[in-house]
């Protein structure tokens, strides 16, 4: 009895490893090319309406990247500039409309904002997605065009899920960026693989049962991107440069759990909040709790454009923001 039980679990280990292994190999080609939103007339036009509502018009903006694909989006000037501009970064299947709230508060509050479709989504060109690899040098040439045609006193970057990790490593390399407001970021793509190979069960699942899963994702966006999963990582680009960061976490995610930015927090090497709501689900902070994320981010914004800079380094300073909903941090340089 003791004996068939014993082969019966290995038997549904061996099941678990090899069914976890194709599903890892269709999970590999969905990370890189995943099904996007499509950029619908109807989505434009409700977007162009909550624009309008609020005296902003925008324009059409297409920037060439370093390789040559083309990115296209929406530059937006507010109707009371005063002269600060975020980069709004969107999350994975999305496109430049998923961010319309994030893009009304800022502009309702004076900042110009620029809209993009990332790499491979949208009306932006590319034929894979890339999390911040590639994407992070879209950021420079977005930033450049911006040089050129607005001259920004500051620039800022604000996103969410993977739009918050590709901010957070546009940051590291980009030293005109001054801040970074990052909502559901993943800490490194290799992290990320165990919660989709766990099935977003358990991060557990990918890192034991289901371990071909984790290797065979890695592997296959390794190979056809042509890029190391190491060279995907928020949290070691936040160590990298001392730019301020905001980190949004929802306490109720099973997408990319609050532990991956509580990771980026304890790397980060500059100013650094953590606000984690206790009942949101994944990226949903500025619906399950509008009036406190309009505090918190234009608070978070607000103090560093009264910071001194000096060639857009941020200067080490203290920002203290109250919590009155779930968990947050602070460890502020003094």
Known sequence: MK?????????????????????????GQ??????????????????KLALQEIGAVPEDFLVKALDGVVLRGWKVS????????????????????????????????GYGVVM??????????GNMATYGYLERQDTRAIIDAMDVSEKPQHIYALGSS????????????ESRIDG???????????????DYAGLHWSSWLGK?????????????????GHFLVEEVSPEKSVSVRPFAVLLICDGADTILPCRHSQRIY????????????????????????????????LGFLDHLRQSPHSNHEIAFLSIHLSNEIGFMMNEWPH
Request: proline letters at 3%; glycine letters at 8%.
């Open 162 to 173: 993977m739009g918050a990790a590709i901010a957070l490593q546009s940051a590291a390399v």
């Open 30 to 47: 969905s990370v890189l090319h995943p099904q996007v939103r499509p950029l619908t007339l109807a989505s434009i036009q409700s977007s």
């Open 266 to 297: 304890r790397a980060a090497a500059g100013p650094k909040e953590l606000w984690e709501l206790s009942r949101a689900q994944h990226a949903s902070a500025i619906g399950a709790e509008p009036a406190e994320y309009e505090r918190r981010v």
């Open 208 to 224: 034991t049962l289901f371990r071909p899963g984790t290797w065979t994702v890695i592997s296959t966006a390794q190979k056809e």
């Open 116 to 125: 993009m479709d990332s790499r491979a989504h949208g009306e932006s060109g």
């Open 180 to 194: 970074v407001v990052a909502e559901s970021s993943f800490s490194d793509l290799r992290e990320a693989s165990n």
């Open 78 to 109: 507010s109707a009371h500039a005063n002269g600060d501009w975020v980069l709004l970064y969107h999350g994975q299947s999305d496109n430049r409309t998923g961010m319309i709230g994030q893009a009304t508060l800022l502009l309702r509050h």
């Open 3 to 27: 004996r068939t039980i014993y082969f019966g679990i290995c038997a549904i280990a061996l099941i678990a490893f090899a069914g976890s292994a194709l599903v890892g190999e269709m999970l």
